[in-house]
Nanobody
Framework: QVQLVESGRGLVQSGGSLRLSCAASGSFVSINARGWYRQAPGKPRELVASVDNGVSTNYADSVKGRFTISRDNAKKTVSLQMISLKPEDTAVYYC???????????????WGQGTQVTVSS
């Protein structure tokens, strides 16, 4: 079983910066995909950024040029560096990872508990 725990400062002023981190723990063979999602009040959950097994990254149009996703295989973490934050970035941010828990079985997806990010004007 795998557990994901997000961490990072949750309150920042408009124009400021914030870094989120997600650490995986438990028993698994490999992490094959990593991503950050967010859900604002009254809106559906959306993909913010993702990185695959290699170095290819994908970003939502609303955060391109402002957010950067990175991974650290040794630490089993994925981070989201956010700059030039806007009030509309306010949401609960979730970490998701696709992992292989055992050789010979299909990959499984796991979600973190979510962390509140609030950007004040």
């Amino acid at each position: 079983q795998v557990q994901l725990v997000e961490s990072g400062r949750g309150l920042v002023q408009s124009g400021g910066s914030l870094r989120l981190s997600c650490a995986a723990s438990g028993s698994f063979v490999s992490i094959n995909a990593r991503g950050w999602y967010r859900q604002a009040p009254g809106k559906p959950r959306e993909l913010v950024a993702s990185v695959d097994n290699g170095v290819s990254t994908n970003y939502a149009d609303s955060v391109k040029g402002r957010f950067t996703i990175s991974r650290d295989n040794a630490k089993k973490t994925v981070s989201l560096q956010m700059i030039s934050l806007k009030p509309e970035d306010t949401a609960v941010y979730y970490c998701k990872m696709r992992v292989k828990t055992r050789i010979g079985v299909r990959e499984s997806e796991y979600w973190g508990q979510g962390t509140q990010v609030t950007v004040s004007s």
